[in-house]
Protein backbone atom coordinates (compact mmCIF):
# COMPACT_ATOMS: atom_id res chain seq x y z
CA UNK A 1 0.00 0.00 0.00
CA UNK A 2 1.03 3.56 -0.77
CA UNK A 3 0.18 4.66 2.68
CA UNK A 4 -2.24 8.04 3.52
CA UNK A 5 0.03 10.59 1.59
CA UNK A 6 -2.29 12.13 -0.27
CA UNK A 7 -0.44 11.91 -3.93
CA UNK A 8 0.66 8.19 -2.93
CA UNK A 9 -2.70 7.12 -2.56
CA UNK A 10 -3.92 9.28 -6.23
CA UNK A 11 -0.84 7.42 -7.67
CA UNK A 12 -1.99 4.27 -6.24
CA UNK A 13 -5.63 5.01 -7.55
CA UNK A 14 -4.08 6.15 -10.81
CA UNK A 15 -3.31 2.85 -11.28
CA UNK A 16 0.70 3.49 -10.14
CA UNK A 17 2.14 0.47 -8.47
CA UNK A 18 5.86 0.76 -6.62
CA UNK A 19 7.57 -0.78 -9.80
CA UNK A 20 5.69 1.15 -12.71
CA UNK A 21 8.02 4.38 -12.74
CA UNK A 22 11.06 1.52 -11.97
CA UNK A 23 12.02 1.73 -15.89
CA UNK A 24 11.57 5.49 -16.43
CA UNK A 25 13.77 5.42 -13.25
CA UNK A 26 16.54 3.02 -14.77
CA UNK A 27 16.77 5.08 -18.25
CA UNK A 28 17.02 8.64 -15.94
CA UNK A 29 19.90 7.16 -13.91
CA UNK A 30 21.42 5.74 -16.90
CA UNK A 31 21.41 8.86 -18.53
CA UNK A 32 22.37 10.79 -15.65
CA UNK A 33 25.49 8.43 -14.77
CA UNK A 34 26.17 8.67 -18.65
CA UNK A 35 26.87 12.00 -18.04
CA UNK A 36 28.89 11.66 -15.34
CA UNK A 37 31.13 9.19 -16.36
CA UNK A 38 31.50 11.40 -19.47
CA UNK A 39 32.70 13.98 -17.46
CA UNK A 40 35.02 12.31 -15.07
CA UNK A 41 36.41 10.41 -18.87
CA UNK A 42 36.58 13.82 -20.28
CA UNK A 43 38.49 15.39 -17.64
CA UNK A 44 41.23 12.43 -17.60
CA UNK A 45 40.92 12.50 -21.46
CA UNK A 46 41.90 16.17 -21.68
CA UNK A 47 44.76 16.23 -19.37
CA UNK A 48 46.20 13.04 -20.55
CA UNK A 49 46.19 14.78 -24.44
CA UNK A 50 47.81 17.28 -22.81
CA UNK A 51 50.67 15.54 -22.06
CA UNK A 52 50.99 14.36 -25.57
CA UNK A 53 51.33 10.51 -25.21
CA UNK A 54 51.09 7.95 -28.11
CA UNK A 55 47.46 8.75 -29.86
CA UNK A 56 46.75 4.75 -29.25
CA UNK A 57 47.07 5.59 -25.47
CA UNK A 58 43.92 7.39 -26.32
CA UNK A 59 42.23 5.71 -28.81
CA UNK A 60 39.73 3.48 -25.72
CA UNK A 61 39.19 6.79 -24.32
CA UNK A 62 38.39 8.76 -27.25
CA UNK A 63 35.67 6.20 -27.90
CA UNK A 64 34.15 5.52 -24.67
CA UNK A 65 33.81 9.69 -24.63
CA UNK A 66 31.62 8.98 -27.92
CA UNK A 67 30.03 6.37 -26.75
CA UNK A 68 28.97 7.98 -23.46
CA UNK A 69 28.00 10.92 -25.67
CA UNK A 70 25.62 8.95 -27.86
CA UNK A 71 23.95 6.82 -24.59
CA UNK A 72 23.53 9.57 -22.54
CA UNK A 73 21.29 11.40 -25.34
CA UNK A 74 19.24 7.51 -25.66
CA UNK A 75 18.74 7.27 -22.52
CA UNK A 76 17.37 10.48 -21.77
CA UNK A 77 15.59 10.53 -24.82
CA UNK A 78 13.81 6.73 -23.58
CA UNK A 79 13.59 8.43 -20.17
CA UNK A 80 11.53 10.86 -21.21
CA UNK A 81 9.40 8.13 -23.59
CA UNK A 82 8.92 5.65 -20.16
CA UNK A 83 7.95 8.64 -18.05
CA UNK A 84 5.29 10.28 -20.22
CA UNK A 85 3.87 7.28 -21.11
CA UNK A 86 3.60 6.38 -16.93
CA UNK A 87 2.13 9.63 -16.88
CA UNK A 88 -0.52 9.94 -19.37
CA UNK A 89 -1.54 6.25 -18.24
CA UNK A 90 -2.01 7.35 -14.93
CA UNK A 91 -3.54 10.58 -16.20
CA UNK A 92 -5.91 8.93 -18.31
CA UNK A 93 -6.81 6.24 -15.63
CA UNK A 94 -7.04 8.78 -13.07
CA UNK A 95 -9.83 10.87 -14.81
CA UNK A 96 -11.51 7.66 -15.82
CA UNK A 97 -11.53 6.24 -12.26
CA UNK A 98 -12.72 9.78 -10.96
CA UNK A 99 -15.71 9.60 -13.83
CA UNK A 100 -16.52 6.56 -12.77
CA UNK A 101 -16.69 7.43 -9.07
CA UNK A 102 -19.02 10.03 -9.30
CA UNK A 103 -21.21 7.86 -12.01
CA UNK A 104 -21.45 5.02 -9.41
CA UNK A 105 -21.19 7.40 -6.12
CA UNK A 106 -23.61 9.52 -4.01
CA UNK A 107 -25.30 11.84 -6.49
CA UNK A 108 -25.50 14.66 -3.96
CA UNK A 109 -21.53 15.22 -4.74
CA UNK A 110 -22.26 16.06 -8.24
CA UNK A 111 -25.40 17.89 -7.98
CA UNK A 112 -24.19 20.24 -5.45
CA UNK A 113 -20.53 20.42 -6.41
CA UNK A 114 -19.53 23.78 -8.79
CA UNK A 115 -19.31 23.09 -12.46
CA UNK A 116 -15.90 25.16 -12.53
CA UNK A 117 -14.90 22.80 -9.47
CA UNK A 118 -15.55 19.67 -11.15
CA UNK A 119 -13.30 20.71 -14.28
CA UNK A 120 -10.61 21.72 -12.02
CA UNK A 121 -10.90 18.28 -10.11
CA UNK A 122 -10.95 16.56 -13.71
CA UNK A 123 -9.02 18.72 -15.90
CA UNK A 124 -6.19 20.93 -13.95
CA UNK A 125 -5.75 18.84 -10.84
CA UNK A 126 -5.56 15.71 -12.76
CA UNK A 127 -2.95 16.98 -14.98
CA UNK A 128 -0.56 18.55 -11.50
CA UNK A 129 -1.01 14.66 -10.40
CA UNK A 130 0.97 13.49 -13.28
CA UNK A 131 3.38 16.47 -13.81
CA UNK A 132 4.17 15.00 -10.23
CA UNK A 133 5.61 11.62 -11.70
CA UNK A 134 7.05 13.67 -14.68
CA UNK A 135 8.66 16.48 -13.09
CA UNK A 136 9.10 15.54 -9.34
CA UNK A 137 9.24 11.61 -8.54
CA UNK A 138 11.29 10.46 -11.38
CA UNK A 139 13.94 13.36 -10.85
CA UNK A 140 14.23 13.08 -7.49
CA UNK A 141 15.01 9.22 -7.79
CA UNK A 142 17.50 10.07 -10.84
CA UNK A 143 19.21 12.84 -8.33
CA UNK A 144 19.72 10.49 -5.52
CA UNK A 145 20.93 7.86 -7.66
CA UNK A 146 23.17 9.71 -9.09
CA UNK A 147 24.19 12.25 -5.39
CA UNK A 148 25.39 8.72 -3.95
CA UNK A 149 27.06 7.20 -7.42
CA UNK A 150 29.14 10.40 -7.44
CA UNK A 151 29.83 10.55 -3.83
CA UNK A 152 31.45 6.92 -4.20
CA UNK A 153 33.78 7.84 -7.15
CA UNK A 154 35.39 10.83 -5.48
CA UNK A 155 35.71 8.81 -2.18
CA UNK A 156 37.95 6.47 -3.85
CA UNK A 157 40.24 9.80 -5.50
CA UNK A 158 39.82 11.70 -2.08
CA UNK A 159 37.61 10.96 0.59
CA UNK A 160 38.33 14.74 1.84
CA UNK A 161 36.53 15.80 -1.13
CA UNK A 162 34.08 13.20 -1.17
CA UNK A 163 32.58 14.58 2.21
CA UNK A 164 32.60 18.22 0.54
CA UNK A 165 30.97 16.94 -2.18
CA UNK A 166 28.37 15.00 0.10
CA UNK A 167 27.47 18.18 2.04
CA UNK A 168 27.29 20.41 -0.93
CA UNK A 169 24.61 17.58 -2.85
CA UNK A 170 22.36 17.61 0.99
CA UNK A 171 22.55 21.36 0.13
CA UNK A 172 21.42 21.41 -3.11
CA UNK A 173 19.41 18.48 -3.51
CA UNK A 174 17.10 18.30 0.19
CA UNK A 175 17.75 21.30 1.87
CA UNK A 176 16.67 23.26 -1.01
CA UNK A 177 13.91 21.61 -2.08
CA UNK A 178 12.53 21.10 1.07
CA UNK A 179 12.60 25.17 1.84
CA UNK A 180 11.27 25.89 -2.10
CA UNK A 181 8.86 23.34 -1.20
CA UNK A 182 7.86 24.78 2.26
CA UNK A 183 7.94 28.78 1.38
CA UNK A 184 5.38 27.95 -1.82
CA UNK A 185 2.74 25.91 -0.10
CA UNK A 186 0.61 28.29 1.07
CA UNK A 187 1.42 30.12 -2.53
CA UNK A 188 0.47 26.80 -4.45
CA UNK A 189 -2.75 26.65 -2.79
CA UNK A 190 -3.94 30.06 -3.39
CA UNK A 191 -2.72 29.77 -6.78
CA UNK A 192 -5.40 26.95 -7.05
CA UNK A 193 -7.79 28.37 -5.48
CA UNK A 194 -7.09 31.54 -7.97
CA UNK A 195 -7.06 29.08 -10.82
CA UNK A 196 -10.42 27.52 -9.93
CA UNK A 197 -11.93 31.20 -9.42
CA UNK A 198 -10.99 32.30 -12.75
CA UNK A 199 -12.47 28.93 -14.44
CA UNK A 200 -15.30 29.75 -12.34
CA UNK A 201 -15.76 33.51 -13.77
CA UNK A 202 -15.07 32.22 -17.28
CA UNK A 203 -17.17 29.36 -17.39
CA UNK A 204 -20.22 31.65 -16.16
CA UNK A 205 -19.23 34.51 -19.27
CA UNK A 206 -19.73 31.52 -21.47
CA UNK A 207 -22.56 30.15 -20.12
CA UNK A 208 -24.68 33.54 -19.87
CA UNK A 209 -22.86 35.91 -22.06
CA UNK A 210 -26.34 36.48 -23.49
CA UNK A 211 -28.37 37.50 -20.19
CA UNK A 212 -24.89 39.64 -18.66
CA UNK A 213 -25.46 41.05 -21.81
CA UNK A 214 -28.68 42.33 -21.27
CA UNK A 215 -28.44 43.14 -17.62
CA UNK A 216 -25.78 45.19 -18.44
CA UNK A 217 -23.94 43.18 -15.66
CA UNK A 218 -20.63 41.90 -18.42
CA UNK A 219 -18.37 44.24 -17.49
CA UNK A 220 -18.62 43.56 -13.89
CA UNK A 221 -18.32 40.00 -14.55
CA UNK A 222 -15.39 40.75 -16.52
CA UNK A 223 -13.88 43.28 -13.86
CA UNK A 224 -14.53 39.93 -11.86
CA UNK A 225 -12.48 37.62 -13.75
CA UNK A 226 -9.81 39.96 -14.16
CA UNK A 227 -9.34 40.79 -10.85
CA UNK A 228 -9.23 36.80 -10.27
CA UNK A 229 -6.67 36.42 -13.05
CA UNK A 230 -4.56 39.08 -11.65
CA UNK A 231 -4.75 37.45 -8.19
CA UNK A 232 -3.85 33.97 -10.17
CA UNK A 233 -0.64 35.66 -11.60
CA UNK A 234 0.51 37.22 -8.00
CA UNK A 235 0.59 33.79 -6.95
CA UNK A 236 2.49 32.56 -9.08
CA UNK A 237 5.05 35.51 -9.27
CA UNK A 238 5.26 35.33 -5.58
CA UNK A 239 5.30 31.12 -5.75
CA UNK A 240 8.56 32.08 -8.58
CA UNK A 241 10.16 34.45 -6.25
CA UNK A 242 10.51 31.80 -3.29
CA UNK A 243 11.19 28.98 -5.76
CA UNK A 244 14.37 30.99 -7.13
CA UNK A 245 15.21 31.73 -3.76
CA UNK A 246 15.55 28.15 -3.36
CA UNK A 247 16.93 27.45 -6.58
CA UNK A 248 20.10 30.09 -6.00
CA UNK A 249 21.07 27.36 -3.34
CA UNK A 250 22.32 25.19 -5.90
CA UNK A 251 25.23 27.37 -7.73
CA UNK A 252 26.14 28.27 -4.58
CA UNK A 253 26.44 24.60 -3.02
CA UNK A 254 28.67 23.84 -6.40
CA UNK A 255 30.90 26.65 -5.91
CA UNK A 256 31.98 25.61 -2.57
CA UNK A 257 32.08 22.03 -3.99
CA UNK A 258 34.59 22.92 -7.19
CA UNK A 259 36.78 25.09 -5.00
CA UNK A 260 37.18 23.06 -2.09
CA UNK A 261 37.63 20.14 -4.60
CA UNK A 262 40.63 22.46 -6.59
CA UNK A 263 42.14 23.82 -3.48
CA UNK A 264 41.87 19.91 -1.85
CA UNK A 265 43.54 18.53 -4.79
CA UNK A 266 46.51 21.17 -5.28
CA UNK A 267 46.80 20.54 -1.33
CA UNK A 268 47.21 16.77 -1.98
CA UNK A 269 49.68 17.52 -4.69
CA UNK A 270 51.91 19.90 -2.94
CA UNK A 271 52.93 17.54 -0.38
CA UNK A 272 53.52 15.01 -2.48
CA UNK A 273 57.77 14.31 -3.85
CA UNK A 274 56.74 14.14 -7.78
CA UNK A 275 55.85 16.40 -9.73
CA UNK A 276 51.94 17.24 -10.43
CA UNK A 277 52.95 17.23 -14.10
CA UNK A 278 54.54 13.84 -14.20
CA UNK A 279 52.37 11.91 -15.29
CA UNK A 280 54.42 8.54 -14.63
CA UNK A 281 55.13 9.77 -10.84
CA UNK A 282 54.90 7.28 -8.47
CA UNK A 283 55.53 9.09 -5.44
CA UNK A 284 52.08 9.99 -5.43
CA UNK A 285 48.73 9.58 -6.71
CA UNK A 286 47.66 12.94 -7.61
CA UNK A 287 47.99 13.20 -11.56
CA UNK A 288 47.08 15.71 -13.65
CA UNK A 289 43.95 13.07 -14.69
CA UNK A 290 42.96 13.27 -11.44
CA UNK A 291 43.19 16.31 -10.47
CA UNK A 292 40.94 16.86 -13.36
CA UNK A 293 38.21 14.34 -12.47
CA UNK A 294 38.35 16.14 -8.88
CA UNK A 295 37.50 19.41 -10.09
CA UNK A 296 35.10 18.54 -13.16
CA UNK A 297 33.13 15.69 -11.70
CA UNK A 298 30.91 18.12 -8.72
CA UNK A 299 30.09 19.98 -11.98
CA UNK A 300 28.65 16.90 -13.07
CA UNK A 301 26.69 15.49 -10.29
CA UNK A 302 25.22 19.13 -9.59
CA UNK A 303 23.47 18.44 -12.57
CA UNK A 304 21.12 16.05 -11.88
CA UNK A 305 20.33 17.46 -8.14
CA UNK A 306 19.62 21.01 -9.99
CA UNK A 307 16.10 20.46 -10.68
CA UNK A 308 15.60 18.92 -7.68
CA UNK A 309 13.66 22.46 -6.16
CA UNK A 310 11.21 22.29 -8.92
CA UNK A 311 10.94 18.63 -8.22
CA UNK A 312 9.71 19.41 -4.74
CA UNK A 313 7.79 22.14 -5.71
CA UNK A 314 5.84 20.06 -8.43
CA UNK A 315 5.63 17.49 -5.89
CA UNK A 316 3.87 19.56 -4.00
CA UNK A 317 1.79 20.78 -5.91
CA UNK A 318 0.78 17.37 -6.81
CA UNK A 319 -0.10 16.48 -3.60
CA UNK A 320 -2.80 19.11 -3.21
CA UNK A 321 -4.34 18.82 -6.03
CA UNK A 322 -3.99 14.57 -5.15
CA UNK A 323 -6.09 16.03 -1.99
CA UNK A 324 -8.54 17.55 -3.62
CA UNK A 325 -9.18 14.64 -6.56
CA UNK A 326 -9.55 12.06 -3.71
CA UNK A 327 -11.75 14.13 -1.13
CA UNK A 328 -14.23 14.22 -3.93
CA UNK A 329 -13.61 10.29 -4.84
CA UNK A 330 -13.84 9.70 -1.01
CA UNK A 331 -17.09 11.94 -1.27
CA UNK A 332 -18.67 10.21 -4.05
CA UNK A 333 -18.53 7.22 -2.16
CA UNK A 334 -17.51 4.60 -4.64
CA UNK A 335 -14.89 3.43 -6.55
CA UNK A 336 -16.30 1.24 -8.88
CA UNK A 337 -18.07 1.67 -12.31
CA UNK A 338 -21.75 0.58 -11.47
CA UNK A 339 -24.34 -0.36 -14.70
CA UNK A 340 -26.19 2.34 -16.06
CA UNK A 341 -30.27 1.56 -14.42
CA UNK A 342 -32.38 -0.40 -16.19
CA UNK A 343 -35.59 1.58 -15.99
CA UNK A 344 -38.56 -0.56 -15.38
CA UNK A 345 -41.26 -0.15 -18.17
CA UNK A 346 -44.07 -0.51 -16.06
CA UNK A 347 -46.19 2.59 -15.51
CA UNK A 348 -44.92 3.85 -11.77
CA UNK A 349 -46.59 6.36 -9.05
CA UNK A 350 -44.85 8.92 -6.85
CA UNK A 351 -45.62 9.20 -3.54
CA UNK A 352 -44.20 11.89 -1.18
CA UNK A 353 -45.00 12.42 2.72
CA UNK A 354 -44.26 15.10 5.14
CA UNK A 355 -41.16 15.96 2.67
CA UNK A 356 -38.68 18.58 3.07
CA UNK A 357 -36.07 19.18 0.85
CA UNK A 358 -33.32 22.21 0.68
CA UNK A 359 -33.30 25.42 2.96
CA UNK A 360 -36.82 24.42 5.83
CA UNK A 361 -37.15 28.54 5.62
CA UNK A 362 -38.38 27.71 1.94
CA UNK A 363 -41.06 25.71 3.04
CA UNK A 364 -44.46 26.34 3.71
CA UNK A 365 -46.12 26.43 7.90
CA UNK A 366 -46.46 22.92 7.50
CA UNK A 367 -42.81 21.96 6.95
CA UNK A 368 -43.53 19.18 4.54
CA UNK A 369 -45.52 18.49 0.90
CA UNK A 370 -47.05 15.11 0.34
CA UNK A 371 -47.55 13.95 -2.89
CA UNK A 372 -49.73 11.42 -4.78
CA UNK A 373 -48.83 11.12 -8.13
CA UNK A 374 -50.40 8.56 -10.82
CA UNK A 375 -49.37 7.53 -14.52
CA UNK A 376 -50.31 10.27 -16.52
CA UNK A 377 -50.89 13.04 -13.86
CA UNK A 378 -48.66 16.31 -14.28
CA UNK A 379 -47.20 18.59 -11.38
CA UNK A 380 -46.02 22.01 -12.15
CA UNK A 381 -43.38 23.57 -9.54
CA UNK A 382 -42.74 27.09 -9.35
CA UNK A 383 -41.57 29.98 -7.34
CA UNK A 384 -38.66 32.56 -7.56
CA UNK A 385 -34.81 32.22 -8.52
CA UNK A 386 -32.75 30.45 -5.48
CA UNK A 387 -36.06 29.00 -3.63
CA UNK A 388 -35.24 25.38 -4.31
CA UNK A 389 -36.94 24.43 -7.93
CA UNK A 390 -34.60 22.37 -8.94
CA UNK A 391 -33.31 21.07 -5.50
CA UNK A 392 -37.05 19.26 -4.86
CA UNK A 393 -36.47 18.32 -8.72
CA UNK A 394 -33.67 16.41 -7.72
CA UNK A 395 -34.82 15.12 -4.35
CA UNK A 396 -37.66 13.71 -6.33
CA UNK A 397 -35.79 11.84 -8.66
CA UNK A 398 -33.80 10.49 -5.75
CA UNK A 399 -30.17 12.32 -6.70
CA UNK A 400 -30.67 14.22 -3.48
CA UNK A 401 -31.91 13.02 0.40
CA UNK A 402 -34.78 14.57 1.81
CA UNK A 403 -34.67 16.87 4.97
CA UNK A 404 -36.59 14.69 6.27
CA UNK A 405 -39.78 12.86 5.10
CA UNK A 406 -39.84 9.78 2.29
CA UNK A 407 -39.98 10.00 -1.57
CA UNK A 408 -41.26 6.43 -2.67
CA UNK A 409 -42.37 4.90 -6.54
CA UNK A 410 -44.44 1.69 -6.99
CA UNK A 411 -44.14 -0.78 -8.37
CA UNK A 412 -40.12 -0.19 -8.74
CA UNK A 413 -37.48 1.64 -6.92
CA UNK A 414 -36.99 5.54 -7.86
CA UNK A 415 -33.57 4.77 -9.02
CA UNK A 416 -35.39 2.54 -11.46
CA UNK A 417 -38.38 5.11 -12.67
CA UNK A 418 -37.51 8.49 -12.26
CA UNK A 419 -35.31 10.79 -14.13
CA UNK A 420 -34.11 14.14 -13.77
CA UNK A 421 -33.32 16.27 -16.97
CA UNK A 422 -31.12 19.60 -15.97
CA UNK A 423 -32.22 22.93 -17.59
CA UNK A 424 -28.54 23.33 -18.56
CA UNK A 425 -27.94 20.04 -19.77
CA UNK A 426 -24.68 19.69 -21.93
CA UNK A 427 -25.07 19.11 -25.69
CA UNK A 428 -22.11 17.07 -26.87
CA UNK A 429 -19.89 17.84 -29.92
CA UNK A 430 -20.74 14.82 -32.10
CA UNK A 431 -23.68 13.82 -34.11
CA UNK A 432 -27.59 14.83 -33.42
CA UNK A 433 -28.12 11.35 -33.21
CA UNK A 434 -25.46 10.72 -30.92
CA UNK A 435 -26.69 13.79 -29.09
CA UNK A 436 -30.00 12.06 -28.09
CA UNK A 437 -28.13 8.48 -27.52
CA UNK A 438 -27.11 10.06 -24.51
CA UNK A 439 -30.32 9.02 -22.94
CA UNK A 440 -30.95 5.73 -24.39
CA UNK A 441 -28.32 3.55 -26.30
CA UNK A 442 -30.87 1.68 -27.67
CA UNK A 443 -32.87 4.41 -29.43
CA UNK A 444 -33.65 3.64 -33.03
CA UNK A 445 -33.35 6.44 -35.64
CA UNK A 446 -37.17 6.18 -36.11
CA UNK A 447 -37.50 6.50 -32.59
CA UNK A 448 -35.31 9.94 -32.69
CA UNK A 449 -37.23 10.96 -35.96
CA UNK A 450 -40.38 10.98 -34.24
CA UNK A 451 -39.30 12.39 -30.78
CA UNK A 452 -37.80 15.60 -32.70
CA UNK A 453 -41.05 16.23 -34.63
CA UNK A 454 -42.78 15.97 -31.62
CA UNK A 455 -40.75 18.88 -30.01
CA UNK A 456 -40.68 21.16 -33.05
CA UNK A 457 -37.51 20.19 -34.99
CA UNK A 458 -38.90 18.23 -37.74
CA UNK A 459 -37.87 21.21 -39.95
CA UNK A 460 -34.63 21.93 -38.69
CA UNK A 461 -33.79 18.58 -38.96
CA UNK A 462 -34.90 17.69 -42.77
CA UNK A 463 -32.46 21.19 -43.37
CA UNK A 464 -29.66 19.22 -41.81
CA UNK A 465 -26.89 18.48 -44.39
CA UNK A 466 -26.59 14.95 -43.06
CA UNK A 467 -29.67 14.52 -41.15
CA UNK A 468 -28.85 12.89 -37.90
CA UNK A 469 -25.47 12.24 -38.80
CA UNK A 470 -24.98 16.09 -38.75
CA UNK A 471 -21.98 17.06 -36.17
CA UNK A 472 -23.07 19.66 -33.55
CA UNK A 473 -20.74 21.70 -32.72
CA UNK A 474 -22.04 22.03 -28.73
CA UNK A 475 -24.62 24.57 -28.09
CA UNK A 476 -22.81 27.01 -30.02
CA UNK A 477 -24.23 25.25 -33.24
CA UNK A 478 -27.38 25.85 -32.50
CA UNK A 479 -29.76 28.47 -31.13
CA UNK A 480 -31.17 29.23 -27.33
CA UNK A 481 -34.74 27.58 -28.30
CA UNK A 482 -33.28 24.62 -30.05
CA UNK A 483 -31.30 23.48 -27.61
CA UNK A 484 -34.31 23.88 -24.90
CA UNK A 485 -36.35 21.76 -27.81
CA UNK A 486 -33.01 19.02 -27.92
CA UNK A 487 -32.87 18.65 -24.48
CA UNK A 488 -36.53 17.95 -23.99
CA UNK A 489 -36.21 15.51 -27.02
CA UNK A 490 -33.79 13.53 -24.99
CA UNK A 491 -36.50 13.11 -22.19
CA UNK A 492 -39.05 12.08 -24.42
CA UNK A 493 -36.81 8.94 -26.11
CA UNK A 494 -35.83 8.38 -21.92
CA UNK A 495 -37.18 4.86 -20.78
CA UNK A 496 -38.10 6.41 -17.58
CA UNK A 497 -41.54 6.55 -16.46
CA UNK A 498 -41.02 9.47 -13.99
CA UNK A 499 -40.13 12.53 -15.82
CA UNK A 500 -38.78 15.82 -14.24
CA UNK A 501 -37.95 18.81 -16.22
CA UNK A 502 -36.54 21.76 -15.23
CA UNK A 503 -37.48 25.19 -17.32
CA UNK A 504 -38.20 23.14 -20.55
CA UNK A 505 -39.75 26.28 -22.15
CA UNK A 506 -36.69 28.66 -21.53
CA UNK A 507 -35.28 30.75 -24.18
CA UNK A 508 -38.39 29.70 -26.57
CA UNK A 509 -39.88 32.02 -28.38
CA UNK A 510 -42.51 34.39 -26.66
CA UNK A 511 -45.64 33.00 -28.94
CA UNK A 512 -44.02 29.20 -28.81
CA UNK A 513 -43.22 29.14 -25.09
CA UNK A 514 -46.97 28.19 -23.74
CA UNK A 515 -47.43 25.99 -27.22
CA UNK A 516 -45.08 23.90 -25.71
CA UNK A 517 -45.53 23.88 -21.90
CA UNK A 518 -48.97 22.92 -22.90
CA UNK A 519 -48.06 20.09 -24.95
CA UNK A 520 -45.60 18.83 -21.62
CA UNK A 521 -48.64 19.31 -19.76
CA UNK A 522 -51.34 17.37 -21.88
CA UNK A 523 -51.44 13.38 -21.52
CA UNK A 524 -52.96 12.94 -24.54
CA UNK A 525 -49.87 14.70 -26.40
CA UNK A 526 -46.06 14.26 -26.53
CA UNK A 527 -45.82 12.39 -23.15
CA UNK A 528 -48.35 9.92 -22.78
CA UNK A 529 -50.54 8.65 -20.54
CA UNK A 530 -48.29 6.36 -18.88
CA UNK A 531 -45.82 9.06 -17.57
CA UNK A 532 -45.72 11.35 -14.75
CA UNK A 533 -44.30 14.42 -15.60
CA UNK A 534 -43.69 17.20 -13.17
CA UNK A 535 -42.34 20.64 -14.94
CA UNK A 536 -39.77 23.27 -12.89
CA UNK A 537 -41.30 26.60 -14.66
CA UNK A 538 -41.47 30.41 -14.54
CA UNK A 539 -44.72 30.51 -16.17
CA UNK A 540 -47.71 27.96 -15.13
CA UNK A 541 -50.16 30.44 -16.23
CA UNK A 542 -49.84 28.54 -19.57
CA UNK A 543 -51.72 25.45 -18.65
CA UNK A 544 -54.71 25.36 -16.38
CA UNK A 545 -56.02 21.96 -14.53
CA UNK A 546 -52.59 21.34 -13.80
CA UNK A 547 -51.61 21.32 -9.80
CA UNK A 548 -48.98 23.82 -9.14
CA UNK A 549 -46.58 23.61 -5.89
CA UNK A 550 -45.57 27.13 -5.18
CA UNK A 551 -42.29 27.80 -3.18
CA UNK A 552 -41.75 31.45 -2.25
Not at 65 to 70: E, K, P, Q, T, Y
Not at 160 to 188: E, H, K
Not at 239 to 259: D, I, N
Not at 307 to 320: C, F, H, N, V, Y
Request: aromatic letters at 4%; glycine letters at 8%; one cysteine or more.
Amino acid sequence: MFGDDPLLRALAFAGVRRRTPLVAIGLGAGGALSALALAALSAWLITRAWQMPPVLYLSVAVTAVRALGISRAVFRYLERLATHDVALRAMATARARVYRALAGGDPAVTVRSDRSALLARTAEDVDEIGDAVVRGLVPMAVGAVTSLTAVAIMAAVSPVSAVVLAVALVISGVLAPLVGARASTRIVAAGAHAREQVGADVTGLLWHAGELTVARRRDRALARLRDADDRHARAVDAAAARQAAATSMTPVAMLVSVVAAAVIAVDLASRLPGSLMDASSSDGVVTPMLFGVLVLLPLSSFESTGPLTDAAIAWESGRQSAARVMALVDAAGSTTLTADPVFDPRPASLTARGLQWGRKEALGPDGGVDLDLRPGDRLLVTGRSGAGKSTLGMTLTGLLAPLSGSVTSEPAALEESAAYFAEEAHLFSTSVRENLRVARGDVTDGEIVDALADVGLGGWLAALPAGLDTELAGAASVSGGQRRRLLVARALVHASRIVVLDEPTEHLDPADEPEMLRRICDPADIFGPERIVVVITHQPAAVDDVPIIEIS
